[in-house]
């Protein structure tokens, strides 16, 4: 390509902004950045500007915010941009802009498609105990997640993975996977686009605040697994022995029968919850209004649960 790469950017979240910096490449022009509009946040509820747009002013770059992309068409023809990168923009970006891009849009997904479209994908593979995952580089299309994939990458999800370090891991990785779209593309190459396949489509539907609160009757692996699939957020929350506490580390471990919500040891390695099967071990946790402690210390404020 004997002239610069001229590109437009949507992204929001966290998530997005490596791949922000992966578009920031000599050759690159990146035309402007499209991110949500600033939204109250905190306690105060002052405006808050999204990582996104924070990552681009420290780059220099342009920031548009429009609260909706669906009389924008106007505005990225006079952008002119060969290509949209989309990344957890979190607005729908319209049929009609699609086509604008001489060479289309493009956009990461942080799953193996077809396999969890949609939301929360990376949450949802945590809850289905799936073994892997991975990013997908497609060729965006009306349809939710339905575009041909270019480019994908794997990882495995490890047992002590979080949501948090699951979505650290795959940000990084669909950054990389970006990068080696758009090297291909600088250097003249036009990307296979293969269909997804029809069969193994699984909707990664939006959390729920309801999904987070742990019931005791389901197995503990299951538990575990929420445990970790909402850390950092939704959080897991349940009742442990009269007291609501939100659980940041559990571990699913053997156990004999027992009522399901009752604590059947507490040491310092954890406080033993029966289950509807197997038994959950909770290590972290937080007592409303408190700070995130380990199960020992929580059991120094309750030293009652030390004689289960």
Same mark, same amino acid.
């Given at each position: 390509?004997?002239?610069?790469?001229?590109?437009?950017?949507?992204?929001?979240?966290?998530?997005?902004?490596?791949?922000?910096?992966?578009?920031?490449?000599?050759?690159?022009?990146?035309?402007?950045?499209?991110?949500?509009?600033?939204?109250?946040?905190?306690?105060?509820?002052? +405006? =808050?500007?999204?990582?996104?747009?924070?990552? @681009?002013?420290? *780059?220099?770059?342009?920031?548009? $915010? &429009? %609260?909706?992309?669906?009389?924008?068409?106007?505005?990225?023809?006079?952008?002119?941009?060969?290509?949209?990168?989309?990344?957890?923009?979190?607005?729908?970006?319209?049929?009609?802009?699609?086509?604008?891009?001489?060479?289309?849009?493009?956009?990461?997904?942080?799953?193996?498609?077809?396999?969890?479209?949609?939301?929360?994908?990376?949450?949802?593979?945590?809850?289905?105990?799936?073994?892997?995952?991975?990013?997908?580089?497609?060729?965006?299309?009306?349809?939710?997640?339905?575009?041909?994939?270019?480019?994908?990458?794997?990882?495995?999800?490890?047992?002590?993975?979080?949501?948090?370090?699951?979505?650290?891991?795959?940000?990084?990785?669909?950054?990389?996977? +970006? =990068?080696?779209?758009?090297?291909?593309?600088? @250097?003249?190459? *036009?990307?296979?686009?293969?269909? $997804? &396949? %029809?069969?193994?489509?699984?909707?990664?539907?939006?959390?729920?605040?309801?999904?987070?609160?742990?019931?005791?009757?389901?197995?503990?692996?299951?538990?575990?697994?929420?445990?970790?699939?909402?850390?950092?957020?939704?959080?897991?929350?349940?009742?442990?022995?009269?007291?609501?506490?939100?659980?940041?580390?559990?571990?699913?471990?053997?156990?004999?029968?027992?009522?399901?919500?009752?604590?059947?040891?507490?040491?310092?390695?954890?406080?033993?919850?029966?289950?509807?099967?197997?038994?959950?071990?909770?290590?972290?946790?937080?007592?409303?209004?408190?700070?995130?402690?380990?199960?020992?210390?929580?059991?120094?404020?309750?030293?009652?649960?030390?004689?289960?």
């Amino acid at each position: 390509m004997n002239r610069p790469l001229r590109l437009v950017f949507a992204g929001t979240p966290e998530f997005a902004v490596p791949h922000l910096a992966a578009c920031n490449i000599p050759n690159v022009e990146i035309a402007a950045v499209y991110t949500q509009p600033d939204r109250p946040a905190g306690r105060g509820r002052a +405006l =808050g500007s999204s990582p996104v747009k924070l990552a @681009a002013l420290a *780059a220099g770059l342009p920031v548009e $915010q &429009p %609260e909706s992309l669906k009389s924008a068409a106007a505005r990225m023809r006079e952008l002119n941009p060969d290509l949209l990168v989309v990344v957890a923009y979190g607005l729908i970006v319209p049929r009609a802009l699609l086509t604008i891009p001489r060479l289309g849009c493009w956009n990461v997904h942080a799953s193996l498609l077809p396999r969890w479209r949609g939301a929360a994908p990376i949450q949802r593979a945590i809850l289905a105990g799936d073994a892997r995952t991975g990013v997908c580089l497609m060729r965006m299309q009306a349809g939710l997640d339905t575009g041909p994939v270019m480019l994908r990458s794997e990882v495995a999800i490890a047992p002590d993975d979080t949501g948090g370090s699951l979505h650290d891991k795959l940000a990084a990785l669909g950054a990389q996977v +970006l =990068g080696e779209g758009l090297r291909r593309a600088l @250097a003249g190459e *036009a990307l296979h686009a293969a269909a $997804q &396949p %029809e069969t193994g489509v699984i909707y990664a539907h939006k959390l729920e605040k309801s999904e987070a609160r742990l019931d005791w009757n389901e197995s503990a692996i299951v538990l575990e697994r929420k445990v970790r699939a909402f850390d950092p957020w939704l959080v897991a929350e349940a009742d442990l022995a009269g007291e609501r506490v939100r659980i940041w580390g559990a571990l699913a471990v053997p156990g004999g029968h027992a009522i399901a919500g009752s604590v059947v040891a507490a040491g310092k390695n954890g406080i033993d919850i029966a289950c509807g099967e197997g038994v959950l071990r909770v290590t972290k946790l937080q007592r409303a209004g408190g700070r995130v402690v380990m199960a020992a210390d929580y059991l120094n404020a309750r030293p009652e649960l030390k004689r289960a």
